[in-house]
């Protein structure tokens, strides 16, 4: 999530550059082990690894008691930019740490041998991670990992961690479904199910393999995320479908879920707004959300004058701002000369406050999107307000201008919460589920699907592919007719 990198500079020889070369020359002994019988004996200048200086730096995150570390190295045969987090929790830690060095290590090793054979073509390991914190209280880390080591494709692959900050603990996926074997048979049928339904992968699984990966063992499933309101299981390539499919990312609601489930992971609000799949025996409240919606969306036609209205839209980008991501997406906006509003989250603001302040001059709408991203239905009333008023407070010192419209994390409120807030609501009809495909290419698709004059359309400035696949967005909105408007223009 947070992407911007301290350029300062640390010594060169750290402890994390010595075990790295600890790491290295271990994998060196092994490799010079396991090679052929008949390869030279490596000298021991050969076991060196490549002398690669590189950058680190340490920031705090948006979230409370997690720590951003970068390495950075520009090495022109061997570069790569990773990032991580870190907390107070050793196991935590020590859990990332491992996954790091090991596709470091690994990446390292590989380059180091393509140059031995004369290969001039420069390598890529880029390994970020986002967080979703949850509505059970407990933070899903998804680290992305693509190296590329030559030939003809990049390689992608995920690994995830689940951590509770308040308990420490560090959750695994039996302990969303209580531990229970039957629980697990369905997660297995439900993930097979939402397999063969999904479109991205129509034509490219593979049967056998795809079967195997998704049987009932818990360990086929560790690999997952609680993203709103669903339960995000991750493959690797080749791992359930073929090399166009890329890393599968299947997504199961947690509605589906509601009965295997226990009690913190259960769902407590049908909170995506589009699927609003129906929730038995659910605590009530949720009922304004939809007439809140429909009005927010009405298409507004202009009986009385007749007159030919100009088709609108009102493009919206939550849970930024982004130091690489949003001015990237400003820079489009203004191309097509379009406004938009930003809903952003006061943690992040006070980041990045100079990038709100460029929101705001490029003549875009701020919003409200609460300080830590909360579920707001959960919580009492003075939290509440010490979400929604610290925010507006960082965004009005940030740019010199109050938010004037808010969204609900998750769009989920109730009618308690309306008699608090005095700023409008505003969720949205047209859900990109740009947080969930990561692929420019998507974006187009559902847009162009659900689009309609007086649309609000949900994305997110938070994700590179958002940024890239915009452009596609705006000229295919500008050819239909659309104008871009703030959300409180739309008529
Ligand atoms: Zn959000």
């Known amino acids: 999530m947070n992407k911007s990198r301290n350029k300062q500079r640390k010594p060169w020889i750290d402890a994390a550059f010595i075990s790295m070369i600890a790491l290295l020359s271990i994998s060196l002994i092994f490799l ?26 340490t920031k705090e995150s948006a979230f409370p008691g997690i ?34 060095d090991e596709q470091l290590g690994t990446y390292l090793i590989a380059m180091q041998e393509n140059k031995r054979v ?57 302990d969303l479904f209580g531990h229970e074997e039957s629980n697990l048979i369905k997660l297995s049928t439900l993930v097979r199910d939402n397999i063969k339904k999904d479109p991205s992968l129509k034509d490219k699984v593979l049967e056998d393999e795809m079967l195997l990966a998704t049987e009932p063992k818990w360990s086929n499933f560790e690999k997952f995320a609680l993203i709103e309101d669903t339960l995000v299981v991750y493959f690797d390539e080749y791992e359930i479908a073929n090399g166009a499919a890329g890393a599968p990312i299947i997504a199961v609601p947690l509605a589906e879920l509601i009965e295997q489930l226990v009690a913190p992971y259960k769902p407590k609000v049908p909170v995506d707004s589009l699927h609003k799949t129906p929730v ?45 991501v949003t001015p990237k997406i400003l820079a489009t906006l203004a191309k097509y000369d379009a406004k938009a509003t930003f809903f952003m989250l006061g943690s992040r603001v006070e980041f990045y406050p100079e990038i709100a302040g460029d929101v705001l001059e490029a003549g875009h709408e701020l919003g409200n999107h609460t300080w830590t991203h909360a579920n707001l239905t959960n919580m009492a009333s003075d939290a509440i307000i010490e979400e929604v008023s610290r925010t507006n407070n960082i965004i009005e010192q940030s740019t010199g201008s ?14 308690d919460m309306l008699n608090i807030l005095s700023l409008p609501v505003v969720l949205w009809d047209v859900d990109t589920l740009d947080w969930k495909h990561r692929d ?3 974006l187009l698709a559902s847009v162009k699907s659900s689009v309609h004059d007086g649309s609000t359309i949900l994305m997110h400035d938070i994700h590179l592919s958002t940024a890239q696949g915009l452009e596609s967005v705006l000229a295919y909105l500008t050819s239909e007719g659309y104008t871009f408007v703030t959300v409180s223009e739309l008529d």
Do not use: C
């Not at 190295?73 to 859990?95: C, G, L, R």
């Open 67 to 100: 720590l951003i570390k970068s390495e950075v190295s520009n090495d022109e045969y061997s570069p790569y930019s990773i990032q991580y987090p870190q907390s107070k929790v050793e196991s935590f830690n020590a859990q990332i740490k491992k996954y790091i």
């Open 32 to 57: 010079s082990h396991s090679t052929k019988s008949n390869a030279k004996q490596t000298t021991t200048d050969n076991r060196k690894p490549p002398e690669i200086s590189k950058e680190e730096s």
């Open 118 to 174: 004369g290969s001039k073509t420069p390598g890529e390991l880029n390994i970020s991670f986002e967080i979703f914190p949850h509505t059970s209280g407990s933070y899903s880390f998804v680290m992305i990992t693509g190296t590329y080591i030559g030939g003809a494709n990049g390689y992608t692959s995920f690994n995830t961690i689940h951590y509770h900050p308040a308990s420490g603990e560090v959750i695994e996926i039996d």
């Open 280 to 324: 038995e025996a659910v605590s009530g409240d949720e009922d304004v959300e939809e007439d809140e919606e429909s009005n927010e969306t009405e298409v507004q036609v202009d009986e009385q004058t007749g007159n030919t209205k100009k088709k609108q839209v009102a493009l919206t980008f939550d849970d930024g701002p982004d130091p690489k």
């Open 440 to 442: 420019a290419t998507q």
């Open 402 to 415: 109050a938010p004037t419209v808010f969204r609900p994390p998750y769009g989920a409120f109730n009618n």
